[in-house]
């Protein structure tokens, strides 16, 4: 009876999941799931974190037609994420991220593939591990493997050593997960090359292409005599760094019409009548507020931008349910105004269902570090649509980018964009340019959109091992950083920073001026734990330095204590390294908590 049921189980388990393979008839490549034709349909997915409303995202992407999303990395997450897609129907290309060989578009961290033996056996047991983890469920569709290693890379030797970690990892997925196919990620062409030569463990070239080059990508298979499928793994209008046009040094965003039409048209005359290609996953279902946000997502503070009504066109041929306010005209005047000027706008907007609607304005500034280029911030305006608008320019010095807001009442969104050239004397002078942030300025608060990451690890680091999501131990909220030194001796530092993995060579940080105090709740596993905790840790030998550095000493007990330092007199203008610990093994290994750090 216990080896009937235990086969029942395994015959159970192999009906779940999702087999997938491809075949080719003719010269028309098709995914299979389950031995059914797959055509993607695809979005990249960007609410990960937002676990308590999945399942009404997954409802509202099967609204819009959408059958799988796509991930860029596992998660604590990525258990439930699976389960809720599931439920909906919906498959997943489950990503395993890759770090890059410098810093990109992605992101600003840098790693070494030629040198670091270790941190290259980290990502192959991660890849392993995350297979091993997710293979037999039932939501998953392929593996997704790095994304845009190689446009992040310097020379042809790195791009070697990637090649071979990333075929390493691929025929061992094949040898443990024979039920899903392994898709690659590159921009453009960039990987085909590399993967031809190096890679054959591929099964899906997966390819992030923006705007009309996605009609070419047949192409670029084809004079390659590359006799295997691909799925385009990012796509919507074209894309910042394609586009020549500029106003005042700024590049011209395209109009939200243009950004409809490339969605509608791109899949109907770029992408669905390709034989090679599966399918594809338009970049981005999301909402945010920052520069790409407008450019690409779905939502832009939550309401809902061309990109959302043009993916359900296009997957479905249905048209909008209600329109986005069409933006005729916004202009502003052609000449350089001092800041906190107040200066017309012209503005035209219709709505075909004579919606009321909202108007509001924003800016962004395209200099300084990544996370200042990203900011849009608030603009303040008086006016109404009727009589006409005003706009305060802001504290900046240069070319601005201004946003025009319309919002109706079906919580739709246009925007249009301009730029403006504006004159200050003290933003001139700033030696960093680096966000200005809103006080209270928590860096740690239940690690919720951290600012700062935990990788600048010092001394008997091995020995270290750091939680920012310790759910165990808390002063407040539902979490707080564990800080557990496994060795009895040496010394030991970590510190949170901004860039990741940096140590100074690349601008990063916060404008943190006018806050007079540093706080933190800290106590340890038991009394007599020391430590030295404060801010700032980058000297001024590097290009990049934190403006001001200061830290106690303090002496921690089993119960939580808060700790504050003034800082009223440091010049707060760049601080990069927004807590900084140092301490001791004390005869015994020792755990430190550590809670609501905040600038005030």
């Given at each position: 009876m216990k080896l009937f049921s235990s086969v029942l189980l395994v015959l159970l388990v192999h009906s779940l999941i999702a087999q997938t393979t491809i075949n080719k008839t003719k010269d028309q490549w098709h995914l299979m799931v389950n031995g059914e034709k797959f055509y993607v349909k695809g979005a990249t997915f960007g609410y990960v974190d937002d676990i308590d409303n999945y399942d009404t995202y997954f409802k509202d992407l099967k609204f819009l037609g959408v059958n799988t999303i796509r991930t860029w990395a596992t998660g604590e997450n990525t258990k439930q994420l699976l389960d809720a897609a599931e439920v909906n129907g919906i498959k997943v290309m489950m990503g395993i991220w890759m770090r890059h060989g410098r810093p990109g578009m992605e992101d600003d961290d840098s790693f070494n593939y030629l040198e670091d033996k270790e941190g290259m056996e980290a990502m192959y047991i991660n890849a392993i591990e995350k297979v091993k983890s997710y293979k037999d469920h039932p939501a998953v569709l392929t593996w997704g493997i790095g994304n845009e290693v190689y446009l992040n890379m310097a020379t042809d030797e790195e791009k070697i050593a990637y090649s071979k970690l990333l075929e390493r990892i691929c025929s061992k997925i094949k040898s443990i997960d024979p039920n899903h196919l392994i898709v690659s990620v590159e921009a453009w062409n960039f990987g085909l090359d590399w993967w031809e030569k190096y890679v054959p463990s591929i099964d899906i070239y997966g390819l992030n292409c923006y705007g009309a080059g996605a009609n070419y990508l047949q192409d670029e298979l084809d004079k390659r005599d590359i006799n295997k499928p691909y799925i385009i793994t990012e796509f919507g209008v074209t894309g910042e760094w394609d586009i020549k046009d500029k106003k005042n040094g700024i590049t011209i965003e395209p109009s939200?019409?243009?950004?409809?039409?490339?969605?509608?048209?791109?899949?109907?005359?770029?992408?669905?009548?390709?034989?090679?290609?599966?399918?594809?996953?338009?970049?981005?279902?999301?909402?945010?507020?920052?520069?790409?946000?407008?450019?690409?997502?779905?939502?832009?503070?939550?309401?809902?931008?061309?990109?959302?009504?043009?993916?359900?066109?296009?997957?479905?041929?249905?048209?909008?349910?209600?329109?986005?306010p069409y933006i005729k005209a916004f202009q502003l005047p052609n000449d350089t105004f001092k800041s906190e000027t107040w200066i017309p706008v012209t503005l035209e907007v219709e709505d075909i269902e004579n919606d009321q609607l909202e108007v509001s304005f924003s800016y962004n500034q395209r200099t300084g570090s990544r996370k200042r280029r990203d900011q849009i911030n608030a603009l303040s305006h008086r006016g109404n649509l009727k009589d006409g608008f005003e706009i305060k320019l802001p504290q900046e010095d240069g070319a601005i980018k201004v946003y025009a807001n319309v919002n109706d009442s079906f919580n739709n969104m246009g925007i249009a964009s301009t730029s403006i050239l504006v004159e200050d004397e003290k933003a001139r002078a700033k030696q960093f340019k680096v966000p200005k942030v809103s006080l209270p300025f928590y860096v740690y608060e239940d690690n919720e959109e951290p600012p700062y990451f935990a990788s600048g690890y010092m001394g008997n680091y091995k020995d270290l091992e750091v939680d920012v999501n310790y759910k165990r131990e808390k002063h407040s909220g539902t979490s707080s950083i564990r800080i557990h030194y496994k060795a009895i001796s040496s010394w030991y530092g970590i510190a949170f920073v901004d860039p990741a993995n940096d140590w100074g060579e690349i601008l990063g940080g916060y404008d943190i001026s006018g806050a007079k105090t540093f706080s933190f709740w800290a106590k340890s596993d038991f009394s007599g734990v020391s430590a030295k905790i404060g801010f700032g840790l980058i000297d001024k030998d590097k290009p990049f330095p934190d403006t001001s550095k200061t830290s106690i000493n303090v002496d921690l007990t089993s119960e939580w204590k808060k700790f504050t330092i003034k800082i009223k007199k440091l010049d707060l203008s760049c601080i990069r390294s927004g807590l900084v610990l140092f301490s001791n093994g004390y005869g015994s290994s020792h755990k430190i908590y550590i809670d609501d750090v905040v600038f005030e």
């Open positions: 939200d019409t243009e950004k409809y039409e490339a969605i509608t048209g791109g899949y109907r005359d770029w992408i669905s009548n390709k034989p090679s290609c599966l399918g594809v996953y338009m970049f981005h279902y999301n909402s945010g507020n920052q520069f790409m946000a407008p450019w690409l997502f779905t939502h832009v503070n939550n309401s809902k931008r061309p990109q959302y009504w043009a993916i359900r066109e296009a997957y479905t041929d249905n048209k909008p349910t209600n329109n986005i």
